[in-house]
């Protein structure tokens, strides 16, 4: 309802604009994202995702950000003349990548993508008019498609400019192989307190840091809360009052003779799957326990992930973990009548049987394109049981090697040759009754009376820390709430929540919040606007690296006017030391660290058997001179293999990096929060 209500009544059309932000000066209509955010969100479900609140955010925070990239890739391609002209349209429907979803949609029982059903059925649908089906595919589906492919046509315009010249690589090669020997003295940042006042950094000097170094520190509009949780999970008294209900269904269970409708009638979280598993594979809890079981008999009433279940043995057989098989397809999905589709298999089956080549006949007639070119063979694990056809699955693994069968499916005729069955084991038929632990009413309203009470004793921010101390509560904080959020780092998917923190104004408490399986009452204590950051929440960052500048400077002074590293250690009470194995190629000195600026003085000629001037790095001063620098073979392949590796990783980077500095420059305004 918040898509058409909104804040105040400022819903999709609760007002007199539905733009929810904008890209380089142009609007995004709410009304428009609003249908695409639909469309993904039926995509999902359609695959089998849960569409729950997290998702719902991925979600949102993708349409946006194609939004975004269309409008970004479509000023650039326009300006090189790029295009996806219609008739490139079936090759992105039907050509040798298909979209994911419209391949799962038209997979079949051999898992191949099945070219002919897709067809027939956009055909179909492109037909119907004045359907809302057909008018989001043809508006947004496809719209969507060609514009991936603009992009993928971007990027690869992009990519294939790259030209790695060979004087680079062989420049490369000679500065990676350098090593060098060095002595050096390091004064470590440590021997300086820091309660010494020369290193004291003050507000001043973290407000010139960040005003120096602006593009590290911008921060983007959130808030901050505290926050107190409440727990309502479900308690020892709400898991046995669940285990005494499955206990009271557990002899109407062992005598039920259809378990698949005991499960349904009974509210089972986990559907009856009717094939075996093999014992390798059976991995649940219990498992040695339910294996030993009678057929008919039933274990548990037993706690697995927040679950009560009762396992039943409906029976068990040897089976072979993997099969061989190979088939013929006469598909009913085509329009082909069944009576038709039955003579076929049958002249098929006579055939065969009077000496045909299998693999050539499958060749001709199936309609298994996924299987034609390879004789109609297929390998199947018996972890894929689940996955095909029940008719087919249980004649490939409980039948036996060599036999033949006619088999019908929901796709049609099949007729089947068993190749080879390997690996057999023990395996087993169960059905799982799990009923899901749930907390009682009285649980819930515990922890909302006390939610409750303490929202009504902390009606401002003074009254919530006092409060807290008293009851001796745990306060938690949440940092960088942005205002598009769905959900809050420690406390779980809470829109209302975040709506709640974007209205809020510093020091305000909300009334108790119920996220998942606990209460929160947050209060909002910090906002910080989009920009720079302020000192308060710089400090963190940037004070060590003031100070350790600070640190550099008194060291500098203590070194003074010594000019060789036996009177700089003298001076500073440190050691001379060697290091004779520094590598170009590689970012750490031995025993130092991570220490850029003293590798590259090291390879300096101009200060090789001088002693360098002070160098302040990460963790110290260092002083160095560098005795020697010598070049090792190189391992890394031709020249070039070298440019066609370097070539290869700058395409693929070279592609994502410019669409993102495309949206780095863009004037984007994201004012979703508004609205949703």
Known sequence: MDAFVGKSGRGLFGGNSSSIGSINGSNV??????????????????????????????????????YVDDAVLTEETGKVGLSVPAKELDDILFGANPPQDLKQQFTNDRGEFDVNAAKNAIANLRKQKNNPVTENFNNIYLPALMQNRMREKYSSLLGNSFYVPKWIVEKLNADNSQRASIKYVNISYSSISDSTADVKVSDSDISDYVSKHKDEYKQDASRTIAYVVFNAAPTAADTNQ?????????????????????????GSDVPYFDGYVVKSKMQVPNADSIQRLADGAVFGPYVDAGKVVLAKMIGKRSIADSVKVRHILISTQNGTPDSIAQKRIDSIATAIKGGANFAALCQQVTDDAGSKEKGGEYDFSSQQFGTLAKEFAEFAFYGTTGEKKVVKTSFGYHYIEILNQKNFEQAYKVAYLSKPILASQETENAASGAANQFAGESRNAKAF????????????????????????????????????????????????????????????????????????????????????????????????????????????????????????????????????????????????GKVSKPIAGNGAVFVLTTENIIAE?????????????????????????????????ADVKDERAKIF
Do not use: C, H
Request: hydrophobic share 40%; aromatic share 6%.
């Open 633 to 665: 073979a190189n391992a890394n392949g031709t020249i070039d293999q070298q440019r066609e590796v370097i070539t290869n990783q700058a395409k693929n980077q070279g592609a994502y990096r410019s669409v993102e500095a495309l949206k780095r420059a």
């Open 29 to 66: 209509d709410a009304i428009d994202y609003q249908k695409k955010l639909k469309m993904m969100e039926d995509q999902y479900a359609a695959s089998g995702y849960p569409v729950n609140e997290m998702m719902r955010q991925n979600i949102q925070d993708q349409v946006w950000n194609q």
């Open 242 to 266: 669940v285990i005494a209900q499955s206990e009271a269904l557990r002899n109407e269970y062992a005598v039920a003779a259809d378990p698949n409708a005991f499960l349904v009638r009974n």
């Open 465 to 608: 820390d006092e409060t807290v101390k008293k009851r001796n509560y745990n306060k938690l904080i949440a940092g960088e709430i942005k205002p598009n959020d769905n959900t809050i780092a420690g406390i779980g998917s809470s829109r209302k929540l975040v709506r709640w923190v974007n209205d809020a104004s510093k020091g305000d408490v909300s009334d108790p919040e119920p996220v998942d399986d606990k209460f929160i009452v947050a209060m909002l204590t910090e906002i910080n606007k989009e920009g720079l950051m302020d000192v308060s929440k710089a400090r963190p960052m940037v004070e060590f690296l003031i100070r350790n500048q600070k640190k550099a400077a008194v060291i500098n002074k203590k070194i003074g006017a010594a000019n060789t590293l036996e009177a700089i250690a003298t001076a500073t009470g440190s050691q001379v030391q060697v290091s004779d194995s520094i590598r170009w190629s590689s970012p750490y000195i031995p025993n130092v660290g991570q220490e850029l600026k003293v590798i590259g003085a090291a390879f300096d000629k101009s200060i090789k």
